[in-house]
């Protein structure tokens, strides 16, 4: 059985970092390709970044150049380095699995492309 554990999360203040973790188990995650999405409230969930197994990162715009995607392998383990968080970037975020190892990069940051999710870690940023 699949399963994903997000945490990390926390109440920080603007310009402040992060780290979120995620641990995966009940498949053999090398070789799926993973990722990070965020749901702000009242908001839809929107993809953050991606990681295909090989280590090929993908990143939306509204994060390149602050935050960090990487994964350990032989820990089943994904992460994502917050830097200068900023209010945008409050919400719950979740790490997702995909079925492949590498996404296309077109839809690697939809919903749509992930196959088994974790339950979500709070992040709030306050200014």
């Known amino acids: 059985q699949v399963h994903l554990e997000e945490s990390g999360g926390d109440a920080v203040q603007a310009g402040g970092s992060l780290r979120l973790s995620c641990a995966a188990s009940?498949?053999?995650?090398?070789?799926?390709?993973m990722g990070w999405f965020r749901q702000a409230p009242g908001k839809e969930r929107e993809g953050v970044a991606s990681?295909?197994?090989?280590?090929?990162?993908i990143y939306a715009d509204s994060v390149k150049g602050r935050f960090i995607i990487s994964r350990d392998n032989p820990k089943n383990a994904l992460y994502l380095q917050m830097n200068s968080l900023g209010p945008e970037d409050t919400g719950i975020y979740y790490c997702?699995?995909?079925?492949?190892?590498?996404?296309?990069?077109?839809?690697?940051?939809?919903?749509?492309?992930?196959?088994?999710w974790g339950q979500g870690t709070q992040v709030t940023v306050s200014s």
């Open positions: 009940g498949y053999t995650f090398y070789s799926y390709h």
């Open positions: 997702a699995a995909g079925r492949s190892p590498i996404p296309m990069p077109t839809t690697a940051l939809r919903s749509s492309t992930y196959n088994y």
């Open positions: 990681i295909s197994s090989y280590g090929t990162t």
